[in-house]
């Protein structure tokens, strides 16, 4: 079955980095489109990112542009974020998501990983 | 990039029937039949439970149903049962972007 599990979660300063990862397994990596989406605490879900089943493509919620990457690691099934400059808004929990085939849906989700920007 | 309309929350009595309402504009849910929904109950991750407007993944019970018209996407339970309470969210392929609703929690009385 299809599992995603986020890890890299923890507290930071503000306008220091971390950087998320999302190890994937039982599904073609290579095959799917992944996403991240945050909730913060109390809050309902806010897309982050996604990039496309080659990597070719990568869009970003205008919150977070410029100061968040997305990437992907075909060769060892991991999915990333690298976090630029957080700040307190930043904080929530990161969910990976996997689309389905036609791209357009997020079918599958991780358990989240939280991410506090604190001082 | 404003985030789709729902309502703060619904609710119903076991057995009855609610609706989630969830608005966007033509060039989020009336641009594109890509509209789903997401069940989440408190400390876990979300669940599909519609795609493609009105389509119910294998396992999702045949009481929940999609369905869009215009710019505005529905949800609607049939038959509620308690285990139905939770936050529902919609969400939307709107191109470049994707587009989640603010949530609506759905209270069994």
């Known amino acids: 079955q299809v599992q995603l599990v986020e890890s890299g979660g923890g507290v930071v300063q503000p306008g220091r980095s971390l950087r998320l990862s999302c190890a994937a397994s039982g599904f073609i990596f290579s095959n799917y489109a992944l996403h991240w989406v945050r909730q913060a605490p109390g809050k309902g879900l806010e897309w982050v990112t996604v990039i496309s089943f080659d990597g070719s493509i990568k869009y970003y919620a205008d919150s977070v542009k410029g100061r968040f990457t997305i990437s992907r690691d075909d060769s060892k099934n991991t999915l990333s974020l690298q976090m630029e400059g957080l700040r307190a808004e930043d904080t929530a929990v990161y969910y990976c998501a996997r689309a389905d085939r036609g791209g357009m849906t997020i079918e599958h989700w991780g358990q989240g990983t939280l991410v506090t920007v604190s001082s | 990039q404003s985030g789709l309309t729902q309502p703060p929350s619904v609710s119903g009595s076991p057995g009855q029937s609610v609706t989630i309402s969830c608005t966007g504009t033509s060039s989020d849910v009336g641009g594109y039949n890509f509209v789903s929904w997401y069940q989440q109950h408190p400390g876990k991750a979300p669940k599909l439970m519609i795609f493609?407007?009105?389509q119910r993944p294998s396992g999702v019970p045949g009481r929940f149903s999609g369905s869009k018209s215009g710019n505005t996407a529905s949800l609607t339970i049939s038959g509620l049962q308690a285990e139905d309470e939770a936050d529902y969210y919609c969400c939307s392929f709107a191109g470049s972007n994707t587009l989640f609703g603010g949530g609506t929690k759905v209270t069994v009385l």
């Open positions: 493609g407007v009105s």
